[in-house]
């Protein structure tokens, strides 16, 4: 048999196969945690947000925003979102997943702390642009270091219960902001700027614990730190072996790569368009389809409330917790499906289902045949399903394209189809609810249906079976050597 020359350069590792043999463990617990816990602080910013809306549309809470302005307020946090994963996404694809999500952590912990200070709404739309860019850059750095540590049998699985872990959050902050909007505890211009205060508190509790979690094995090895990678894949080797009294089979497949340190924006573009035409359409869909529905509804839902049921706005928030509930509960019961039945199979029914059950929602309202609970109950059961289609837009996206390029692909395609999906729905919403006519509500609630079937169909159509498969095998390193 021919020997095979390999560039000089070149390095051989096993360390994917390696993590991909793991068993789950106490360390797999310690990543889940650490990077996982920050859509508990995403989806406690957006609640507040949500929750405090009505309060900060009253005469002396220090701001008097009118309803369209609230949409912008969370069109300005959905822009910054989109910048932030950009920025961010790029550089942790060149210098580190780990270096990134403690710098993107500590940008949104100075920023949800001056926006409790905002004053003039020109401050408070700074303010939430600035949160925006910390949460939306820890997307794409987070997404990416979860997907490269856990094990690709259970990566799906895993991957929804940590982006379902947002609508903890939400829960957390309705629950606060009930207290914290009590204007027999706190003045109406103070309680809402705590329950931005407490944001930065569990942040920083947060930041403590994630100085623990290492940098990917992966990203190390790709960028030419065999040794590094290596050296740690055995610690953690040693440290499972040790919890679970077994030795780990060897690991049966190896990697050739020739590092690079930097991949151009010609090879990234030549990699999404040309490449991975097909992948790219679908992402594109997926992210567009949920970040509407989302951001649409969701920025809304207490104006909703209060416009058309006379909910009070203090009481708004109480209605935010079992849609939380139902969210959370949506990957965590469905999320092992992913990883079993499919993705394709999973990802379509779960957007064309939602979408169906919205449009179902959106007549009903229009007719005039919901109250304040069965409101609620009704969009509990359309995103026990979108929850779990719009966790699996970022597993997609942190799936099917070459690491060297991981980050920056989650954060390009949050970015569009946020920029489309996000921005767009918030500033359409504001504008319908502030009509106050049912009708022009169901407009929105139409556009975010057909939004979801259309993803859901295009998964059927073009989707990838990523179910239990190694991140190398679903997209090929971009510097690997082809023996």
């Known amino acids: 048999m021919d020997e095979v020359l390999l560039p000089p350069s070149s390095i051989q590792t096993q360390v994917p196969a390696r993590l991909d043999r793991l068993p789950w463990s106490r360390w797999h617990w310690l990543v889940v945690i650490g990077l996982g816990t920050v859509w508990i602080l995403d989806g406690l910013e957006i609640t507040i947000v949500s929750a405090v809306a009505g309060r900060i549309t009253e005469p002396g809470s220090g701001l008097v925003l009118s309803a369209s302005q609230i949409g912008f307020a ?6 910054g979102a989109v910048t932030g994963a950009l920025v961010f996404g790029y550089l942790s694809d060149r210098y580190g997943r780990k270096n990134l999500f403690l710098i993107t952590l500590a940008v949104y912990l100075a920023a949800t702390t001056l926006t409790a200070f905002a004053f003039d709404a020109w401050w408070f739309y700074l303010f939430r642009f600035l949160t925006g860019a910390g949460i939306g850059g820890e997307y794409a750095a987070i997404n990416s270091a979860i997907d490269e540590l856990i094990p690709a049998r259970v990566r799906g699985r895993v991957d929804l219960m940590i982006n379902g872990s947002y609508w903890v959050g939400t829960g957390f902050g309705a629950a606060l902001s009930v207290v914290l909007l009590d204007t027999t505890i706190f003045p109406a211009d103070v309680g809402w700027r705590f329950a931005f205060g407490l944001g930065a508190i569990l942040g920083l509790g947060i930041l403590l614990v994630r100085r623990n979690v290492p940098e990917s094995p992966r990203w190390l090895f790709i960028h030419g730190r065999k040794q590094e990678a290596e050296e740690l894949v055995t610690t953690i080797e040693k440290r499972i072996e040790a919890e679970s009294g077994r030795w780990l089979p060897k690991p049966q497949t190896t990697i ?8 151009g924006f010609v090879a990234i573009a030549r990699t999404l368009f040309t490449l991975y035409p097909k992948r790219s359409l679908l992402c594109f ?42 969210n959370f509960l949506g990957p ?18 779960s957007y064309i289902l939602s979408g169906v059950l919205l449009t179902i929602t959106g007549y009903l309202f229009t007719e005039g045949a919901l109250t304040p609970l069965t409101q609620t109950a009704a969009w509990m059961v359309v995103f026990f399903f979108a929850s779990s289609g719009a966790s699996a837009a970022y597993l997609t996206a942190s799936e099917i394209f070459p690491i060297e390029m991981r980050a920056l692909a989650i954060a390009f395609f949050y970015a569009i189809g946020t920029g489309v999906g996000g921005i767009a729905g918030p500033l359409v919403f504001g504008n319908l609810i502030e009509s106050a006519e049912a009708a022009n509500v169901l407009i929105g ?15 059927a159509w073009i989707g990838v079976d990523a179910e239990r498969k190694s991140l190398e095998d679903i997209a090929r390193p971009l510097t690997e050597v082809q023996e």
């Open 445 to 459: 609630y139409l556009i975010g249906a057909i939004l979801m079937i259309a993803a859901g169909l295009i998964e």
């Open 332 to 349: 965590v019961l469905l999320g092992p499906l992913f990883d079993t039945v499919g993705r394709r199979v999973m990802i379509s029914g």
């Open 256 to 263: 050739t790569i020739c590092p690079r340190k930097t991949i």
């Open 285 to 326: 869909s997926l992210f567009t389809g949920q970040a509407f529905l989302y951001n649409a509804i969701f920025f809304t839902y207490v104006l909703v409330l209060t416009t058309f049921y006379g909910v009070p706005s203090g009481d708004a928030p109480l209605y935010l917790i079992p849609f939380a509930i139902a």
């Open 74 to 79: 969370a069109a300005v946090y959905v822009a």
